[in-house]
Antibody, heavy 120, light 108 residues
Framework: EVQLVQSGAEVKKPGESLKISCKGS????????IGWVRQMPGKGLEWMGF????????RYTPAFEGQVIISADRSITTAYLQWDNLKASDTAMYYC?????????????WGQGTLVTVSS | EIVMTQSPATLSVSPGERATFSCRAS??????LAWYQQKPGQAPRLLIY???TRATGIPARFSGSGSGTEFTLTISSLQSEDFAVYYC??????????FGQGTKLEIK
């Protein structure tokens, strides 16, 4: 069974750093893209970017380029989303998402979500 | 940047009736169109991909159709568990593989 299990909710202050995780299991981690989707409170879905663990090719939506870092550790089948300087506007639910190599962008499995709250 | 527009914003339908959701793309998406369901407090779930292919485990009452820039999701006979928000998404143009803004399906 394919599973994407994300780390727990976080409460941070503006300016702090954060790294959340997503562990994949039940499939070949290296042969699917894995990425992150943001959902701000009461709003819709936005792809942030994704990584192909097999060769670490990483792509970002322009709105998120330079704002976050997406990475993956193949040895523990885990993907990460990292911020170095959180803002209040980063408050959102973040979903880990798997995308097939031949239908890149389509999300066939989702993590359960990690709620990030940034408040002073 | 491609824009995905869903209509209506809210759809009110009675259990057992048919629900039809519309999604329009500002550019041709060449068959790279998916639909997702999101219930309150849950992650989205893939329903349909490549316009009309049901994802694993999705009941046959869900169907997708359309081409070019106009797409439709139909639920043939609504069950109580179907009341949720539905999103369409194109995955032909990166960035950003745009989502529609969602249609909320509520009980009439």
């Amino acid at each position: 069974e394919v599973q994407l299990v994300q780390s727990g909710a976080e409460v941070k202050k503006p300016g702090e750093s954060l790294k959340i995780s997503c562990k994949g299991s039940g499939y070949s981690f290296n042969t699917y893209w894995i990425g992150w989707v943001r959902q701000m409170p009461g709003k819709g879905l936005e792809w942030m970017g994704f990584i192909y663990p097999g060769d670490t090719d990483t792509r970002y939506t322009p709105a998120f380029e330079g704002q976050v870092i997406i990475s993956a550790d193949r040895s523990i089948t885990t993907a990460y989303l990292q911020w170095d300087n959180l803002k209040a506007s980063d408050t959102a639910m973040y979903y880990c998402a798997r995308s097939p190599i031949d239908d890149l962008g389509m999300i066939d499995y989702w993590g359960q979500g990690t709620l990030v709250t940034v408040s002073s | 940047e491609i824009v995905m527009t869903q209509s209506p914003a809210t759809l009110s339908v009675s259990p057992g009736e048919r629900a039809t959701f519309s999604c329009r793309a500002s550019q041709h998406v060449h068959g790279n169109l998916a639909w997702y369901q999101q219930k309150p407090g849950q992650a989205p779930r893939l329903l349909i991909y490549d316009v009309s292919t049901r994802a694993t485990g999705i009941p046959a009452r869900f169907s997708g159709s359309g081409s070019g820039t106009e797409f439709t999701l139909t639920i043939s006979s609504l069950q109580s568990e179907d009341f949720a928000v539905y999103y369409c998404q194109e995955y032909n143009y990166w960035p950003p593989y745009s989502f529609g803004q969602g249609t909320k399906l509520e009980i009439k």
